[in-house]
């Protein structure tokens, strides 16, 4: 099977529906009130999240069925976002100004793919030719999603005294004004006091080409629409010789970029799916094979998720154990930012190798403390029955172990039990885990409810006793429940012993 990530791009009709359903209902002014407060905050995603409720009344009102109803309302708040990323982007870009980006007024040109993103580049069009925001705002729009004749136009209005600090290098460059407005000034002026500095530049990346600069920089900085509008300008070698070292960048850009604030905004992932879409099959699988865990991991989010199963059956045989447990590490600890997370984990965990099979139940409690923070029981149940008995033997070692006892000091007991339920443990793993926490009871005497506890070994320890490690004093005729009732004593008394010493 070759690689095709034009037809890999393709949704089922149903994720389109529901996709196009949430776009709409996110257009409501009501939401455009909630997006202007939200982008403002710094957990943004918090935020969101609070928003739930809102969203499930906003459902309500269309009488769907219940199953389509609640993947509509999940869908929404990764459609909701979208808007989100869109102001946070371009308010960096156009601000300071007098003129607010999130005025409603502004907020109703918003434009949707398919795919349940914002249309940047028709988005910038119809802001531009709205004309309520600043010259200097729509002049910067125009360039940045490169609609040519608008950037001609705006130019000539702009006033001569402001049109410099586009292109003096005190004031654009140096100070991080966006490449491509400089980019596009020098290609309307020719003549500017920059064109030293973009002349170098060019020479330093090894570029003789203006179009190459400004394609690869667009890439890297995310800017989609950018990218493809200078792809179209470059020549047959041009392309041949950038593409691939496009590729290498954007993906390390995208993966240096992981922790940043919203960093999501950035359309990496989108500017790298759209370059395996034009580079040689050859050329997409010497990526895959030099950077394997960090290529699979741009496209662990929305709306790009839904290929991370079919890139990782390509990407994963080239992958060391030590990067596949970091990119696992990643996954988990960004659960709350992954739409439909369990479903990427199972298409990933499906076609992994068995060799980083077996590294995923040793390297466990790297990430499992966060899936269960996160209560992911559908996760983990699909863990549990898809090891086979030595990866899941690994799951009982003392590390693993151990952090089960910290989480259980959560008053998590039930599910706790349902995943004890679950692993299918043998005798021994049972008694090695009753064992565990029996001698670990001194630090679970403050719970709330204790007689979680006591039920929870009493499932146990008929299997510790058998065995005669818990306490080589037990008969045979003792009962487990008065087993179970000796060690809490002894526990007890040691407990009460040892605050003595002290």
Known sequence: MELDFRSMSRLPLKDLALRKVAALLCSHPTMHAHAAVVALQLNRDAEVDALCEFFKNAVTTLSLPATISEDLVIVMQSVFKEILKWLVVNREILEP???N??????LKHIHWTPLGTVEFRETAAALVRHGKLSIMQRYKLACLYCLEDDVRDLWRMIPPRRK????????????GLRKMVVIWTYTIKRQTNDVGSILEFIQERGHFSFNQLAFESAAVQG????TQYFFEKLTFAEREESLLRTARDVIQQR???EWCPYHEALGLSDVLCFLFSVMPADQVKEVLKEKPCKTLQCFFYWPRQDLSGRVAEWALPHAEERDFGGLLFVLARRHSFIYN????FRDIFRVTPSNLRNYIASMFQLYVQDLLNFEDTITIKFLLRTLNASEL???VSGDVAELRCHKTKDDKWDFFARFVNDARLSREEKMKFASFFISHFDSLLDLE???RFLKFVEDLVPVVSESNQVDESHSAEESDEALTKRLVKKRKRTRRGRSKRH
């Open 164 to 175: 410099g600090s586009f292109y003096d290098n005190s004031k654009a460059w140096k100070v």
């Open 101 to 106: 980006l999130d005025n409603p007024e502004n």
């Open 393 to 395: 033997n690994q799951l």
């Open 449 to 451: 409810s204790r007689q």
């Open 97 to 99: 100004d007098e003129l």
């Open 255 to 257: 993966v240096a970029t």
């Open 341 to 344: 997370f369990e479903k990427v």
């Open 223 to 226: 800017y989609f629409p950018a």
